[in-house]
């Protein structure tokens, strides 16, 4: 299969804890972005990657949030001393290098990583 | 700053019934759009696509055109399936990095 992976599928933790996920995207693609959902919300937009270079993130990002993509190919979001409102769906996704300010290219998802804060 | 609405769910239908699910967005400049959709227990798929004013997309009997003057990209499907059961999402893509804005989902039961 050469989707989107994301590893663990589910976390369950206590509050205070750290907590890091892994998304592996699709193999040649050099964009790869971060988002998180909650229950009856759609996807919102914590981080994008190009390569290795984090170059956008999102005000929901706060310092405890950390994310890395080490020689531009998996990339992991560390979450330091979770909180209960942590709680929700982060998703990943991948796509195709960059083309144009308009181009509609797709993004892969992943199945994202649940993770439920005690 | 951009932003996607689109109507509260959930969206219950007979099977054959014709579907509609309205989305209107605010961006500045020429904003992509795109329906997504997440099918029960599956991650998010692309269902289609459309990047300039005027562009319809289409897939799998589903369309959605793209309206400037009206800032809407609503879904249609003429005939529903009890397969299309799933929740959908309208987003945009306003800036060169590519990053979606979605809406808050739209739930559709299809009932046979």
């Known amino acids: 299969d050469t989707g989107v992976s994301q590893n663990p599928r589910h976390k369950i933790t206590k509050r205070g804890q750290n907590v890091t996920f892994r998304c592996d995207p699709i193999?040649?693609?050099?964009?790869l972005y971060w988002y998180r959902q909650t229950l009856g919300q759609g996807p919102e937009f914590l981080t994008y990657?190009?390569?290795?270079?984090?170059?956008?993130k999102s005000r929901l990002l706060s310092d405890r949030f950390s994310a890395e993509r080490p020689k531009g190919s998996f990339s992991t979001l560390e979450i330091q001393r979770t909180e209960q409102g942590d709680s929700a769906m982060y998703l990943c996704?991948?796509?195709?290098?960059?083309?144009?300010?308009?181009?509609?290219?797709?993004?892969?998802f992943g199945p994202g990583t649940r993770l439920t804060v005690l | 700053g951009n932003s996607v609405t689109q109507m509260e769910g959930p969206v219950t239908l007979s099977e054959e019934a014709f579907l509609t699910i309205n989305c209107t967005y605010t961006?500045?400049?020429?904003?992509?759009l795109f329906w997504y959709v997440q099918y029960p227990g599956e991650g998010l798929q692309l269902l289609l696509k459309a990047t300039k004013a005027d562009d319809k997309g289409s897939n799998k009997g589903f369309e959605a055109t793209y309206r400037k003057e009206t800032t809407s990209f609503h879904l249609e499907k003429g005939s529903v399936q009890v397969s299309d059961s799933a929740v959908y999402f309208c987003a945009l893509k306003g800036d060169s990095w590519g990053k979606l804005q979605f809406g808050a989902g739209t739930q559709v039961v299809v009932t046979p």
């Open positions: 996704a991948s796509s195709p290098a960059f083309r144009e300010a308009t181009s509609g290219d797709e993004q892969f």
């Open positions: 193999s040649e693609h050099n964009r």
């Open positions: 961006a500045t400049g020429y904003p992509s």
């Open positions: 990657f190009q390569n290795e270079a984090q170059l956008e």
